[in-house]
């Protein structure tokens, strides 16, 4: 069965630190990883991955893909409270019309 | 650009009765896809439909649930004599033909269905 796990399930930080998300999957026809923030409506995109070894950055946030061990990190640095929201990771697959999501990592930054 | 339309955004129903989704897609977008969100849990792909056709309903529970996106109109998820469980978020999104074009998928901002 495809599977896509997330950790920590839960983060919670102060203003200014920086935090790494952790992603990690099994699946049978891997095609890209996406990461979402999702805040109190939809998820919205943040980056698509299909390379190993390849950082995308946006701002604060970054993330990388290792399609050798099967994980991904979403890296934010120097953290602030808008930052706070779940996280989601997915992988789309190959062959199928469908994204397989992680449970998310709940992130809360305090002031 | 209008993004992808859900309506309505809130819908409260009691044990029982039918829920009626609505999710119009971006302008240009012929594939449809619904994903559910339970509480604390992350989205699971329910069905992905083209223009009058089911594509992938595998992610669908087999009773009470339907989903449709007619050749006019905005797709429809259905929820026939819904229970507590049902209560979630439903989220659609669209995309063109994914082909070659990887595209990501976009959201819309969902419709938080509550059974009371």
């Known amino acids: 069965e495809d599977k896509v796990v997330q950790s920590p399930l839960s983060l919670v930080v102060h203003e200014g630190d920086t935090v790494t998300l952790n992603c990690s999957y099994e699946v049978t026809n891997f095609r890209s990883l996406l990461w979402y923030k999702q805040e109190k409506k939809a998820p919205t995109f943040l980056f698509m991955l299909t390379s190993s070894g390849i950082e995308k950055k946006s701002g604060r946030l970054s993330s990388i893909l290792d399609k050798k061990e099967l994980f991904s990190i979403l890296n934010i640095t120097a953290t602030q409270t808008g930052d706070s929201a779940i996280y989601l990771c997915?992988?789309?697959?190959?062959?199928?019309?469908?994204?397989?999501f992680g449970q998310g990592t709940r992130l809360t930054i305090n002031p | 650009n209008a993004g992808v339309m859900q309506n309505p955004r809130h819908l409260v129903r009691r044990r029982g009765q039918e829920a009626r989704l609505r999710c119009s897609p971006m302008k240009g977008h012929s594939h449809v896809y619904w994903y559910r969100q339970l509480p604390e849990e992350g989205l699971k792909f329910m069905v992905y439909l083209q223009k009058e056709n089911i594509i992938d309903e595998s992610g669908m529970p087999k009773e009470r649930f339907s989903a449709e996106f007619p050749k006019e109109g905005p797709s429809i998820l259905r929820i026939q004599q819904v229970v507590r469980g049902d209560s979630a978020a439903y989220f659609c999104?669209?995309?063109?033909?994914?082909?070659?074009?990887?595209?990501?998928?976009?959201f819309g901002n969902g419709t938080r269905l509550t059974v009371t």
């Open positions: 999104a669209s995309s063109p033909p994914r082909g070659a074009n990887n595209s990501p998928l976009h």
């Open positions: 997915a992988v789309d697959l190959r062959g199928a019309q469908k994204l397989v």
